[in-house]
């Protein structure tokens, strides 16, 4: 079901917009009996897995209560089920699920290792298609002319490949935007919007980990469409969208102008709209967004976390009162929260999809560690996500941190706050949430504009330990500016992280520096990675970065400038 001409059947649209808006209601219904679905999701998992090598271990068939279900099973992380994974993977049946999987999610961990998450039909149909087709409601609700036509969405993500890689099984082994759920699941209303735009399957030849040129090729595609929409998920592709332009832009004209598409023969040349895009540069100065498509209506991606300082800044590139629409609190291994309205970058936690516990974010994760249900959790606090559901996954760690804004129906409405890991070199104990809120307040009492940071602790000799803040600045920021930046920041820490102020007062930490970037050298590092060949979804905004090489070359980029 990505076809243009799906998209185009008056039908299937009538259809896809009762399902998703269908989904979105149920969800929202389901909030004023959460206590009821929690329980329901927790009884069928044990019943549905109590056959399975995991379940008998854990002697799922006796387990009523929640607490019963504590005392039964350590919270795990993907290293503690890795075992077990690796034993499906190889072809092993009911090891953790009563079904087996039908594909493998893969996904960066931590250390950058590509994990096998396993993907069960019962997974897909009971937590992830409502789910899944509930995030779509507000954007065809509030834009409907979104899904006017197959090329009106420029999905970043949407990335098929027609030979995925397996496991020793033989089933792929990939990402979920690599994955036809119509084919593989039945779903024949899954295909996400733009999945139908010409650029939805390359018309031409590339090489499966070429990632740039195919960035490339759709982008140049969709200059010559009236995109409405873009679909990131992750903010850091759609943030690189004006920087691509401007850097292919003689390469995209030549094209249109040519009718070419990577130099082979493609369709009639069009020197009009060739001439009317060299118009565009040469009267704006460069080409943004809004110049290319002038009736941008939406972007559709993640709007926390590092994005939430750049966000703004982003907005306004694609043109005036282009919406940002937060995507769900989610992660491959499974759903967290979902906007069923147009706040900003929160959503309700998706009661009907697996049973949630959690712990305070500046406790450890640890296999015996008490946790909280969703009725305990308090709003302005980070907690650590943990969950269990029928695919298999158990009190499982799903190392994300979300922050509480409100509740609705009593129950919280979650927004991603950051990674769980900490950066502890001195005792500070520092995670991504704590440091993000201290850049946004150090921008903010400064008034200077921050488009992307990252930091790195230092051991310099003849000076005290110390984080190093690389900075990218929207224009140039003076070096009063940058000292008084720096002072706000270390102090904004130190008040977001106790053990960090208590560093910097023992004399373990020295003040945070600061090192002025230009405000394009986060989009050449992510160019760089994914030219390497990494895959556009899996290079995100990372804030704590020790590794010494990617640091140099982020900081050394040509135009760096040192605070």
């Known amino acids: 079901m990505n076809s243009a001409e799906s998209w185009t059947d008056p039908d299937r649209l009538r259809r896809y917009r009762e399902r998703v808006l269908g ?29 399975t090598g995991y379940g008998r271990a854990h002697s799922f068939g006796s387990i009523r209560t929640l607490d019963d279900f504590r005392k039964a099973v350590p919270i795990n992380d993907y290293a503690a089920l890795a075992p077990w994974i690796e034993r499906m993977a190889a072809g092993e049946s009911n090891v953790l699920s009563a079904d087996d999987p039908a ?34 409601a507000p954007l065809i609700e509030h834009h409907p002319d979104v899904l006017a036509r197959p090329d009106a969405v420029l999905n970043l993500k949407h ?32 295909a ?13 030849s590339v090489e499966r980990d070429d990632h740039l040129e195919k960035t490339y090729l759709r982008l140049r595609l969709a200059v010559q469409s009236d995109v409405r929409c873009v679909i990131g998920i992750n903010p850091a592709m759609v943030a690189a969208l004006p920087y691509q332009l401007a850097l292919w832009w003689p390469r995209i004209v030549k094209e249109i102008r040519d009718g070419t598409l990577g130099g082979l023969p493609h369709t009639r040349p069009a020197p009009e709209r060739a001439a009317e895009l060299e118009r565009l540069a040469e009267r704006f100065g460069t080409v943004r967004p809004a110049h290319v498509w002038p009736h941008m209506r939406a972007l559709f991606c993640w709007t926390t976390g590092m994005a939430s300082l750049y966000l703004p800044r982003l907005r306004e590139e694609f043109g005036v009162g282009v919406a ?5 609190v989610a992660a491959s291994e499974g759903p967290v929260g979902v906007a069923l309205d147009r706040h900003g970058s929160a959503g309700s936690l998706v009661v009907t999809a697996s049973a949630y516990e959690f712990l305070d974010a500046d406790e450890d994760v640890r296999p015996d560690a008490p946790t909280l249900t969703y009725r305990e959790l308090e709003p302005g606090r980070d907690y ?23 509740h609705v129906e009593g129950v919280p409405r979650l927004e991603y706050a950051g990674r769980s890991t900490r950066s502890d070199a001195a005792g500070e104990r520092l995670r991504d949430s704590q440091v993000l809120r201290a850049l946004a307040t150090a921008a903010g009492g400064t008034g200077l504009d921050v488009r992307n940071a990252a930091c790195r602790f230092e051991r310099p000799k003849g000076a005290a330990p110390h984080y190093t803040f690389a900075v990218a600045a929207r224009g140039p920021w003076s070096t009063p500016e940058t000292d008084r930046f720096a002072a706000l920041l270390d102090t904004a820490i130190g008040r977001e992280g106790p053990a960090y102020r208590a560093a910097r007062r023992a004399g373990r930490l020295g003040p ?38 990617q640091w140099e070359r982020l900081t050394g980029a040509p135009g760096a400038a040192r605070g």
């Open 192 to 204: 996400e919007p733009g999945t139908g735009a010409p650029w939805g399957t390359l018309p031409v």
């Open 103 to 136: 594909v493998y999610f893969t996904s960066s961990g931590t250390t950058g290792a590509h994990k096998k998450i396993p993907v069960t039909p019962s997974f897909m149909r009971r937590t992830f298609f409502p789910f899944y087709y509930a995030a779509w």
């Open 384 to 406: 650590h996500v943990v969950f269990s559901h029928i695919g298999g996954l158990y009190r499982y760690a799903v190392g994300d941190v979300v922050r509480v804004v409100d």
């Open 159 to 190: 990335d098929p490949v027609s030979a995925p890689p397996t496991t020793a099984s033989g089933h792929p082994h990939v990402g979920a935007s690599q994955v036809d759920f119509g084919a593989r699941f039945g779903e024949t209303l899954s």
């Open 512 to 549: 945070a520096r600061v090192r002025r970037l230009d405000g394009e050298a986060f989009l050449r590092d992510w160019h760089t990675s994914v030219a390497s060949g990494i895959r556009p979804t899996q290079v995100k905004d990372r804030l704590f970065r020790q590794d010494i090489a």
């Open 23 to 51: 989904e979105r209601r149920r969800l929202a219904d389901a909030l004023a009996h959460a206590a009821d679905h929690q329980q329901r999701v927790l009884a069928e998992l044990l019943e549905y897995n109590a056959g």
């Open 324 to 328: 940002a629409l937060p995507a769900p």
